[in-house]
């Protein structure tokens, strides 16, 4: 079971939206810790996806959004396509466990 | 742009001691902001953060491995490497060097995988 919960799965058809949540505690990001988003293709390393909570790095579509309230953070998913089936992260830093920390990971699948 | 590539041997056995490489080009791991981390993925499970050290050669682990993980730099091969002493099965993964920055983990490795077994 891990510190920051993200369910184990989520699916939508292709040009739909979708949303995974990153849920944690007073110790991380409801301390204010920054959330990160990674997404990992099968059989690839991971992949930087969103930084700072909301930010993308450079050549990640903004299709890919961030949010984050309270104890919480959320990635959206517009306009799905069949190359987003991937499994996705979120991190953030724990400062009772004094350790970077990672979701359990999101597989998400495109019907 | 930055580029990882970790090197190691793909069989360990029970007890001994874990040693993995990774070799960096296209940027120089003895700069400032950035810090050199491992990160591990057992079969079919999730990410995890074993550490980082930084151009000063100073360092952060995770607690529930830092009585056995060493991480260290070499800035004349451009390098920095992993050790983990004590390995059991449950060390088993692929893993992943990456670079830490102010935007996060924004280069990676391509993973090796190790395999703890006699």
């Known amino acids: 079971q891990s510190v920051l919960t993200q369910p184990p799965s989520v699916s939508g058809a292709p040009g739909q939206k979708v949303t995974i949540s990153c849920t944690g505690s007073?110790?991380?990001?409801?301390?204010?810790?920054?959330v990160f988003w990674y997404q990992q293709l099968p059989g690839s390393a991971p992949r930087l996806l969103i930084y700072?909570?909301?930010n993308r790095p450079s050549g990640v579509p903004d299709r890919f959004s961030g949010f984050r309230s309270g104890a919480s953070a959320s990635l959206a998913i517009t306009a799905l396509q069949a190359e987003d089936e991937a499994v996705y992260y979120c991190q953030s830093y724990d400062n009772s466990l004094s350790a970077w920390l990672f979701g359990g990971g999101t597989e998400l699948t495109v019907l | 742009q930055v580029q990882l590539q970790e090197s190691g041997p793909g069989l360990v056995r029970p007890s001994e001691t874990l040693s993995l490489t990774c070799s960096v080009s296209?940027?120089?791991?003895?700069?400032?902001?950035?810090?050199w981390s491992w990160i591990r993925q057992p079969p079919g499970k999730g990410l995890e953060w074993i550490g980082y050290v930084y151009f000063s050669g100073s360092t952060n682990y995770n607690p529930s491995l830092e009585s056995r993980v060493t991480i260290s730099l070499d800035t004349s091969k451009n390098q920095f490497s992993l050790r983990l002493t004590s390995v059991t099965a449950a060390d088993t993964a692929v893993y992943y060097c990456?670079?830490?920055?102010?935007?996060?983990?924004?280069?990676w490795g391509q993973g090796t995988r190790v395999n703890v077994s006699s």
């Open positions: 007073g110790s991380n990001i409801g301390t204010g810790y920054d």
């Open positions: 990456a670079r830490e920055g102010p935007i996060g983990l924004d280069s």
């Open positions: 700072a909570n909301k």
């Open positions: 296209g940027g120089s791991v003895n700069i400032g902001s950035y810090y």
